[in-house]
Structure formats: structure tokens, C-alpha cells
């Protein structure tokens, strides 16, 4: 079935960085744009930005830029998503989720990962 | 750019109707049809409900509905059920291929 999988969850320090995961299955990853969405702890949901996974360009949440990078790797069907200079209020949930632009929406989100937690603490 | 704006929470009796609001400006939500909304249960990762407006995904129940009226997109669910308690974002496109979220809104069926 089509499902995204990503890593597992992540301590680290302030100022460090975090590289998490998103694994696609079950779909053509390249005909699908990956979003990035995290949501802080008793929070309400922040879109961070999104990548074609079919030329590998990016767009970025302003508030992010500088400290964000995705990418991906279409032979492993993966995304990545990369936070540097981390601060106490990047502890959150980090959502990877599709958008699929033939069926539904290229704004609207069809298919969600499980959600890695991101905790950063000295 | 701002949140979009949806009150904190909502309620009503099983086999009522509730509606949700989500205002944003002529930069978002009245600029563009392109309005979704999310249920999330505790714990678990969001579920897309309606798309570009009033859409529904395939496998949605039709007691699900959105609509949109200037800058102000709204959701409505008929004949509350036990497992419609949740809370509900909507989001929508904000131009260069940005996208905003609500702040959220926690549905509590009484």
C-alpha cells in the first residue's frame, strides 16, 4: 500500500543538527512531491516546504531559510529532511507528506509519515 | 505570513452539525481555491478531509463538507459521530509555492 515510513526519533544539543528521513512505497516517488510539516509539542501545524522529487527543486518556509535543506534519493525512494543551528523551539514533530497534484491537490497533503520526534535539549 | 485564523474550539451533540471557520486574507484563502482540511487524533498524523475548497478524498464520509466565502473558508460536519472528536486544521496556498496551516481546532462532541 502506499505509505511513507520515516526514521526514528532524535535527541540532540542546541546548535547541532538533525537529518531525518521519509521512505516511499507503494507509488512512483518521482511523480509525487514530498512536503515537510512539524508540529511543536501541544501545537498546531507548521509547513516548512517541499521538494520535487522529479527534478529536486525546493521551496522553503521563509522563517527556515538558511537552516533547512531537503533532498532526495530516487534510487532508495527516499527524502531527507536537514536542520541546522537547532534551538529549544525546534523540539517537535517532523511530518513528511505527499502531494499529489493528479488526484487531489498540489496544495493538499494525501499521504502522511507516522511523525519523528525531534527533542533538543542541552 | 500569519496563521490562518480558526477558533480554538467547537462542540456539539451527536447527530448535529458543527461548522469550523478558517480566516486568512486576499493572499491566501481568498485568493486562491486551493483550502484543505485535516483531522488529527491525538497522537497520530494528520488525515487529509476536503481539498481546493470542498473536495473530498476518496473514502471520506460526505458528512464532511467546506465551502468558501471571501476570506473566509469554512468546514462543516453533519451528523456528528463519537469518532469525529479531533482536532481540525485547514491550510491553504499563499502564493510562490508556500503553504499555510490554522492554528487548530479542537472538535468535542458532547
Known amino acids: 500500500q502506499v505509505q511513507l515510513v520515516q526514521s526514528g526519533a532524535e535527541v540532540e544539543k542546541p546548535g547541532a543538527s538533525v537529518k531525518v528521513s521519509c521512505r516511499a512505497s507503494?507509488?512512483?516517488?518521482?511523480?509525487?512531491?514530498i512536503n515537510w510539516v512539524r508540529q511543536a509539542p501541544g501545537q498546531g501545524l507548521q509547513w516548512m516546504g517541499l521538494i520535487s522529487t522529479y527534478n529536486g527543486n525546493t521551496v522553503y518556509a521563509q522563517s527556515l531559510q538558511g537552516r533547512v535543506t531537503m533532498t532526495t534519493d530516487t534510487s532508495t525512494n527516499t527524502a531527507y529532511m536537514e536542520l541546522r543551528s537547532l534551538r529549544s523551539d525546534d523540539t517537535a514533530v517532523y511530518y513528511c507528506?505527499?502531494?499529489?497534484?493528479?488526484?487531489?491537490?498540489?496544495?493538499?497533503?494525501?499521504?502522511w509519515g507516522q511523525g519523528t520526534m525531534v527533542t533538543v535539549s542541552s | 505570513q500569519s496563521a490562518l485564523t480558526q477558533p480554538p474550539s467547537a462542540s456539539g451533540s451527536p447527530g448535529q452539525s458543527v461548522t469550523i471557520s478558517c480566516t486568512g486574507t486576499s493572499s491566501d484563502v481568498g485568493g486562491y481555491n486551493y483550502v484543505s482540511w485535516y483531522q488529527q487524533h491525538p497522537g497520530r498524523a494528520p488525515k487529509l478531509m476536503i481539498y481546493d475548497v470542498a473536495y473530498r478524498p476518496s473514502g471520506v464520509p460526505d458528512r464532511f463538507s467546506g465551502s468558501k466565502s471571501g476570506n473566509t473558508a469554512s468546514l462543516t460536519v453533519s451528523g456528528l459521530q463519537a469518532e469525529d472528536e479531533a482536532d481540525y486544521y485547514c491550510?491553504?496556498?499563499?502564493?510562490?509555492?508556500?503553504?499555510?496551516f490554522g492554528g487548530g481546532t479542537k472538535l468535542t462532541v458532547l
Open positions: 507528506a505527499r502531494e499529489d497534484c493528479y488526484s487531489t491537490s498540489c496544495y493538499a497533503f494525501d499521504v
Open positions: 507503494g507509488y512512483t516517488f518521482k511523480n509525487y512531491g
Open positions: 491550510s491553504s496556498y499563499a502564493g510562490s509555492n508556500n503553504v499555510i
